[in-house]
């Protein structure tokens, strides 16, 4: 196999695609905690944020993923709390075998450092939309074959549609083997987004009911 072709499986498989779906107007299911930022003493408001929580498989019917498809990740796992969010991603490698990359992001922009498959990195941070619906990951790739690195940038965004049950995806990356853009689909096949504590608890078990509907 060619080291262009692996690189960009290896480019698909660690890179979840991303989303830049506009979000439902109205009302959303799945909206997370408010809080007040105290630092100032003044009292501001967050917007609700969403909450993607959940185990998500991908819907490639729906999906845009070119020449990328064999490689994207097929389920994601999430958990999020008030403060960071935890992603687990399955795909499928170059070989044919699945893997499964880890990866928290703290919510106040921190940079972290997640380890992939062999010795390729991850660095990443998140941040969310003014108005806490779209939560924006900008990344950095190190991947390692064979003692020679490929440095990958990129971004992605993650949003949900149809009542919290849909998460939509788009990434965009730009390495020395060129751009790629792609957009996944994934259906909610597990809500996670039940599990909250404190004063949450009456919105998680409202928005739980709801996308159950």
Not at 61 to 80: F, H, I
Not at 86 to 110: I, P, Q
Not at 127 to 146: H, P, V
């Amino acid at each position: 196999m060619k080291p262009l072709t692996i690189i960009v499986a290896l480019i698909s498989a660690l890179v979840l695609s991303a989303n830049a779906a506009d979000t439902a107007n109205g009302f959303h299911a799945r909206l997370f905690n408010t809080t007040d930022k105290g630092n100032t003493g003044i009292g501001v408001e967050e917007p609700d944020r969403a909450n993607f929580s959940g185990k998500w498989k991908l819907n490639e019917g729906k999906s845009d993923l070119g020449q990328l498809a064999p490689y994207a990740t097929r389920v994601l796992k999430v958990e999020q709390t008030d403060d960071s969010i935890s992603v687990a991603r399955t795909a499928a490698t170059f070989t044919g075998e699945e893997f499964t990359a880890m990866e928290t992001l703290s919510f106040d922009g921190k940079e972290s450092e997640s380890n992939l498959a062999g010795t390729s990195k991850k660095k990443a941070s998140a941040k969310w939309s003014q108005d806490g619906q779209t939560l924006t990951i900008t990344y950095i790739l190190l991947l390692d074959f064979n003692g020679q690195v490929t440095e990958v940038k990129g971004t992605e965004a993650l949003t949900l549609s149809d009542g919290g049950k849909t998460l939509v995806s788009q990434s965009r990356s730009s390495s020395s083997f060129g751009d790629f853009t792609t957009k996944a689909v994934y259906d909610l096949v597990e809500d996670l987004s039940f599990a909250k504590t404190g004063s949450d608890t009456v919105f998680a078990e409202f928005h739980h009911a709801a996308r159950r509907s």
